[in-house]
């Protein structure tokens, strides 16, 4: 280019003929002018397109972060909002829970009233043998209980012949079989002989006052004592009696009398205690001193009284085991040739006989009649 233009300087050229060259002659030389211009341009627009591109994106980013931004702040809120109601629903979840166990209670309360009323409704609406009925076989059960705890046949016999009493009064065809099935029962619980306590206690009361007053073998003095004062109180008598009358010859005889008597009466008391023959079957009941004597009877009195325990509590085996032994220490070590002895004896012996487990028999034909005539049948 610059060779052409050098010769387009040096030498004038008329403006016709260059302007009547083709084109084709003026193409070649500008091809590379508008081929960097292309360049440039298609470069250019490409930079453009690309800060384009990158402001566009980096606005869609801040767009992103914003609507992050906007949309964190949203779900905190929801989850504060979702707390809140959570909170108001287990409180409200609570309350009705206490309100539903209230209703339960009510309805409880409710159906127990119900109960009543209906069983009030049916006792009202009976008839009058229904509920006489119903009382006998009340009066029956409750007897039953009684004579169980207390040992005795006497509150069912009673049971008994108020209720065929009752039923007596009605005059009814249907509680005819009642009143035979009672009868029945009635003449059971007669043939037991039940054991009566209260009578028993009393015959061991006696016994344990009596053990203080009976002799021993071991002190047969206190037997011959009581017989010698027994013999000469007639004799005692006499002189005393003879010091009132007046001193004549006849007083004066009788009185010397009188103490020769007793003189002589004691005299041979004594010479008959050096000598004493005693046939005696245990020989250990001799070998009591006196101040054991104290401690057998004590022992002899704990076992009477171990015994009535054992009555009132009906341990019938205790009581005669108890019993048994009483009679073995009465046999051994007590003379059974005195009065006391053998009334105390005869008196544990008649105990330990009618202390027996005896049981009350239970009114079941008549329980099982009473529940057939409620029935209709």
């Known amino acids: ?10 030498e004038p050229v008329p403006a016709a003929p260059v302007a009547a060259e083709p084109a084709s002659a003026v193409r070649p030389a500008g ?18 397109a690309a800060i384009t591109l990158a ?14 931004v906007r949309r964190q702040q949203d779900s905190q809120g929801q989850a504060i909002e979702a707390h809140t109601l959570a909170k108001q629903a287990q409180d409200a979840a609570r309350a009705a829970e206490s309100k539903v166990v209230m209703l339960e209670a009510r309805v409880a309360e409710t159906a127990l009233q119900r109960s009543q009323l209906e069983d009030l409704i049916q006792q009202l609406s009976r008839s009058r043998d229904e509920n006489v009925l119903a009382d006998v076989d009340a009066a029956l059960r409750v007897s039953v209980q009684q004579s169980a705890i207390t040992g005795s046949a006497e509150p069912l016999a009673a049971a008994l012949r108020q209720a065929e009493e009752r039923l007596a009064r009605m ?21 037991v002989a039940v054991t009566d306590i209260a009578s028993l206690t009393i015959k061991l009361d006696e016994a344990v006052r009596m053990v203080d007053e009976l002799p021993l073998l071991a002190q047969p003095q206190l037997r011959a004592a009581a017989a010698r004062s027994a013999a000469l109180a007639p004799v005692a008598a006499g002189p005393a009696a003879a010091a009132t009358q007046p001193s004549d010859l006849a007083g004066w005889w009788s009185w010397l ?10 005299v041979w008391g004594e010479v008959k205690g050096l000598v004493r023959v005693t046939q005696i079957d245990n020989p250990e009941a001799m070998l009591v001193a006196p101040e054991q004597a104290w401690f057998l009877r004590e022992n ?4 009477l009284l171990n015994a009535r325990l054992a009555l009132l509590s009906r341990q019938f085996d205790t009581a005669q085991a108890d019993l048994r032994e009483v009679q073995s220490v009465l046999d051994r070590y007590f ?18 006989a009618q202390a027996r487990q005896l049981s009350v028999p239970r009114p079941d034909e008549s329980l099982a009649a009473l529940a057939a005539a409620q029935a209709g049948r």
């Open 300 to 303: 002899l009195k704990l076992r």
């Open 171 to 191: 005059n009814q065809p249907r509680v005819e079989r009642v009143r035979r099935a009672l009868a029945r029962d009635l003449d059971r619980v007669r043939a």
């Open 257 to 266: 009398k009188s103490g020769w008597l007793l003189a002589s009466e004691r």
């Open 55 to 68: 402001l566009l994106g980096q606005q869609r980013i801040k767009s992103l972060e914003q609507e992050l």
């Open 1 to 10: 280019m610059t060779d052409n233009a050098q010769s387009a300087s040096a």
């Open 31 to 48: 091809l590379p002018v508008n081929f960097s211009h292309i360049a440039l341009t298609v470069g250019g627009a490409l930079s453009v």
């Open 335 to 352: 003379d059974r040739s005195a009065r006391r002895v053998v009334i105390g004896t005869e008196l544990v012996r008649q105990v330990a």
